[in-house]
């Protein structure tokens, strides 16, 4: 079973920028869709974004479309999430995912997901 470890959440005032990062180990991620949820207090842990395998494909949550930006490096096993123009709304703790496919990704069910990091996004 694949461990995920994330790092890089912290403060940041409104309209700035963060990199969330996630290592991977335990086995490689090459052939596994990757991605990220998010649960801010009070509510459901929701879909952020997500890669296929190969790169080829991402997607991502309207709420964050156009200002998040997923990528991954198969060969470091590491995903990343390089968050800009930064809302309060955004803040929340934000779980690396890993699943066969992007769909359970997708719908916040994925197979495996790590320990979350903080992202605080002050007015």
């Known amino acids: 079973q694949v461990q995920l470890v994330e790092s890089g959440g912290g403060l940041v005032q409104a309209g700035g920028s963060l990199r969330l990062s996630c290592a991977a180990s335990g086995r490689s991620i090459s052939t596994y869709a990757m991605g990220w949820l998010r649960q801010a207090p009070g509510k459901e842990r929701e879909f952020v974004a997500a890669?296929?395998?190969?790169?080829?494909?991402?997607y991502y949550a309207d709420s964050v479309k156009g200002r998040f930006t997923i990528s991954r490096d198969n060969a470091k096993n590491t995903v990343s999430l390089q968050m800009n123009s930064l809302k309060p709304e955004d803040t929340a703790v934000y779980y690396c995912?890993?699943?066969?496919?992007?769909?359970?990704?997708?719908?916040?069910?994925?197979?495996?997901w790590g320990q979350g990091t903080q992202v605080t996004v002050s007015s």
């Open positions: 995912a890993s699943s066969p496919t992007t769909i359970p990704i997708r719908t916040s069910t994925p197979e495996n």
């Open positions: 890669i296929g395998w190969r790169a080829v494909n991402t």
